[in-house]
């Protein structure tokens, strides 16, 4: 197609790995998990309230947002590890074998 590598899919000229998977992370997949723990939050509260109209003590419904409480705070700890533990990452760069 004649078109640029995208700085994403360069796999020989990652530049570096830690940066590039902190970036995608903060930029493609929390925002994602952020608004479906949002668009969830909003539907239990729908859900939670139509059952206490309705008389039910349901604590299913009671429960913490578990994708905010969870998934979206792990993310951000994932994304930290990724600057912070540079052996780790330098050791990943060295299995696949790509340049730095």
């Known amino acids: 197609l004649g078109l640029p590598m995208s700085p994403l899919c360069a796999r020989e000229t990652i530049g570096t790995l830690g940066k590039s998977q902190r970036g995608f992370l903060d930029f493609v997949c929390l925002p994602l998990f952020e608004e479906l723990a949002a668009f969830g939050e909003q539907h239990l509260r729908k859900l939670a309230s139509l059952a206490?109209?309705?008389?039910?003590?349901?604590?299913?419904?009671?429960?913490?947002?578990?994708?905010?409480?969870?998934?979206?705070?792990?993310?951000?700890?994932?994304?930290?590890?990724?600057?912070?533990?540079?052996?780790?990452?330098?050791?990943?760069v060295q299995l696949l074998g790509v340049t730095q």
């Open 52 to 92: 206490e109209a309705l008389g039910s003590t349901s604590p299913r419904l009671k429960t913490e947002n578990l994708l905010q409480e969870h998934a979206v705070k792990q993310l951000r700890a994932n994304g930290m590890r990724w600057i912070e533990d540079t052996e780790d990452v330098d050791a990943l």
